[in-house]
DNA sequence: ATGCCTCAGCTCCTGAGA
């Protein structure tokens, strides 16, 4: 079975490429983050002839997450029960035996800033739920933008980005929080290319000299853990002509 | 460095992203 998540940066400008990629790519579940639309606008069509079914939590201008699967979703919940947010950043769905969620995690600006602090708080109300949802659904996968680096392997330039968004260690403790909970950063599970990064600025030929940071995650709970076979950051989308800044990364799971 | 791109929208500038 095969997952993969991607932060397309505007559903309506990365349509094509997005059914390009599933084209050649033929996951059983693909998360998407920043639609930056409403769900009246969401191509639930253009999926459907694609093989896929979707749930979409929409939002205006930003944010906006969708989960696309090959069979049935049920138990569709939108945004973290217990918390309450106006922004659209989290969908889950039960797909087979596994739990998905998809989710899009705070930027957070800066730290000290309005943001950081609604990033802070996010990620304590996620935690909150998870413990209680890993609890129901122990075959679980928690992917999607998280907007933070575990640590300096997932940046190119630790030094200038020290305690720089993304970067910090107040972020950083709250990702390590999530593994003391049995979660498993599926992409370190295995050797990977040295400077393995999901996300380069599109600013300043950032792609091209590989400026960038790991910051969209695959998780699995313990009991997925064994079961997987590989984990990887898909760089192709990235050298289309009008990219996500993002690229997509796939999981394999027997 | 108040910069660099890209996207949406109260669209010919601004806010936000990361």
Request: proline share 5%; glycine share 6%.
């Amino acid at each position: 079975m095969q997952f993969a998540t991607w932060n397309v940066n505007s559903l309506s400008v990365r349509l094509p490429q997005v059914l390009d990629w599933l084209a050649s790519n033929p996951v059983d579940v693909l998360a998407l983050q920043e639609l930056k639309l409403t769900d009246d606008k969401f191509p639930f069509d253009a999926f459907a002839a694609a093989g896929y079914q979707a749930h979409c939590f929409g939002q205006k201008t930003y944010n906006g997450v969708a989960l696309l699967s090959r069979s049935e979703a049920s138990d569709v919940v939108r945004n973290i029960p217990g918390f309450d947010d106006d922004m659209a950043r989290v969908i889950s769905a039960s797909i087979g035996k596994t739990r998905v969620i998809g989710a899009y995690f705070p930027n957070g600006q800066a730290p000290g800033s309005e943001k950081f602090e609604y990033k802070m708080e996010w990620l304590k109300g996620l935690r909150n739920w998870l413990k209680t949802e890993l609890v129901q659904h122990p075959e679980l996968v928690l992917m999607g933008d998280f907007n933070i680096t575990f640590d300096d392997l997932d940046v190119w330039d630790p030094q200038g980005m020290y305690e720089q968004i993304h970067c910090t260690e107040a972020e950083r403790y709250h990702l390590r929080a999530l593994i003391a909970m049995g979660l498993s950063d599926s992409f370190r599970l295995f050797e990977q290319p040295a400077k393995s990064y999901s996300w380069w600025d599109y600013r300043d030929f950032g792609f091209r000299r590989n400026r960038g940071l790991r910051i969209d995650h695959i998780l699995v709970s313990a009991a997925l853990r064994p079961r997987v076979q590989s984990c990887l950051i898909d760089k192709t989308p990235r050298k289309n002509e009008r990219p996500s800044d993002h690229a997509p990364v796939l999981l394999s799971i027997s």
